[in-house]
């Protein structure tokens, strides 16, 4: 029987897998917290794919679900910090 296509993730690379380690551990450099992210985003919540799977709702369903994670990131990533209330601001 095949794995549902819901669960299949691309293979990570040596190098993915030692930032996503790095980022872990607290000792990644910038250019492995860009890889983390990336792998995050692209390969693990994969936001840019078909988001449907015919005749399986369940499977539809996961996808979105996983996507959304990759999405929010990417939706802070693009946040204008100069626009945010402090933390005391928010509270009041």
């Known amino acids: 029987m095949s794995q549902p296509v819901c669960f299949k993730v691309p293979?990570?690379?040596?190098?993915?897998?030692?930032?996503?380690k790095a980022v872990w551990d607290g000792t990644a450099d910038a250019n492995q917290q860009r890889l983390a992210i990336g792998?995050?985003?692209?390969?693990?919540?994969?936001?840019?794919?078909l988001l449907f799977v015919p005749s399986e709702p369940d499977q539809t369903t996961f996808m979105n679900g996983r996507?959304?994670?990759?999405?929010?990131?990417?939706k802070t990533l693009n946040i204008n910090v100069g626009q945010l209330q402090n933390d005391e601001e928010q509270d009041q």
């Open 39 to 49: 792998v995050i985003c692209n390969k693990f919540s994969r936001p840019n794919d």
């Open 67 to 74: 996507a959304f994670t990759g999405m929010q990131i990417y």
């Open 11 to 20: 293979r990570l690379s040596k190098r993915e897998v030692l930032a996503i």
